[in-house]
């Protein structure tokens, strides 16, 4: 087998339990090659071992999953995930080997998938892109995760978000839409997420070629609204598919912050949505 690359963001919340990983590597005389990094060195390192790499692991949460991704999609590389961030949504929801045994048995089996990829302005997202209420509620847990664990952080910043963000006004057009609104949460996610009470949002499909778009009817994000949303039909909150792109258009920002599967990016408006099928293709637990 060729020498695998072994890539592990070390400041991802489990950063350190990628050892059990190593160990099964070596166990079945696998070799690899381990690099430990910053995030700051993260895109550099993989650039480098997708030239030397048929197969990449990479360790770390959704964010640092979706770095990788950005290099390996259209390419010949396998990308294999070692779950070592706080939530690891898209590893759960694709069915990708949770632990060392799993993972070995796909290696030796050779089991991928390949997935669909969404895109907006040059930057890809594999679970999701939003504005409005996301991003300030995920640049604010970033700030309180520097003080405090990442799980607690959650909750102030969620308070803070409920009470500071603020209406956003735009236009959707897509072949079927032309929606103008003043709202505070809009997402677009790649391929179509379904929901299961109480709180569970999934995918049945990762490569129906789908964009889904889903945005809060007007006005902000309030604690009633969610809670009527979940327990009611009275939803204020409206949900389309294209498998067309999608267009974004901010009537008073030039620059708008988006969020990419939890990470927050600054880009010029106006925002080209669109998924590139069949573009990305992972180490799975089944074909």
């Known amino acids: 087998m060729n020498t695998i690359a072994v890539v592990i963001n070390n400041k991802a919340k489990n950063h350190a339990e990628y050892k059990p990983y190593l160990d099964a590597f070596e ?4 070799p690899y090659k381990l690099y430990v ?3 700051k060195k993260l895109a550099l390192t993989l650039q480098k071992c997708i030239s030397k790499h048929k197969l990449i692991f990479v360790g770390g949460g959704d964010g640092t999953i979706r770095t990788a991704a950005q290099y390996c999609i259209n390419t ?10 706080t939530l690891n949504h898209l590893a759960k929801e694709l069915g990708l080997p949770l632990n060392a045994k799993d993972l070995i048995e796909s290696l030796q089996k050779n089991q991928t998938v390949t997935i669909d990829v969404g895109t907006v302005n040059g930057f890809i997202f594999l679970n999701n892109a939003s504005v409005g209420f996301y991003p300030k509620f995920a640049n604010k847990r970033d700030l309180y995760t520097r003080t405090y664990n990442k799980w607690l952080s959650y909750i102030p910043s969620f308070i803070h978000s409920l009470k500071k963000h603020r209406i956003i006004s735009l236009t959707i057009k897509s072949k079927h839409l032309n929606l103008s609104l003043r709202t505070s949460f809009l997402m677009v996610s790649n391929n179509l997420y379904s929901y299961e009470f109480p709180m569970t949002l999934k995918r049945k499909s990762f490569h129906a070629s789908l964009l889904g778009l889903y945005f809060l009817k007007h006005g902000k994000i309030r604690l009633l609204k969610i809670i009527k949303h979940l327990f009611t039909s009275d939803s204020q909150f409206e949900i389309h598919q294209s498998k067309l792109p999608i267009e974004v258009y901010f009537n008073n920002n030039k620059e708008i912050t988006i969020s990419l599967d939890g990470d927050t990016q600054k880009v010029k408006g106006p925002l ?10 992972f180490l799975s637990i089944s074909s």
Request: cysteine-free; overall charge positive.
């Open 76 to 85: 010949s590389t396998i990308l294999g995930v070692l779950p070592l961030g």
């Open 272 to 281: 080209l949505f669109k998924t590139l099928p069949h573009s990305l293709t």
């Open 37 to 39: 990094i910053s995030p």
């Open 27 to 30: 166990e079945t005389k696998i």
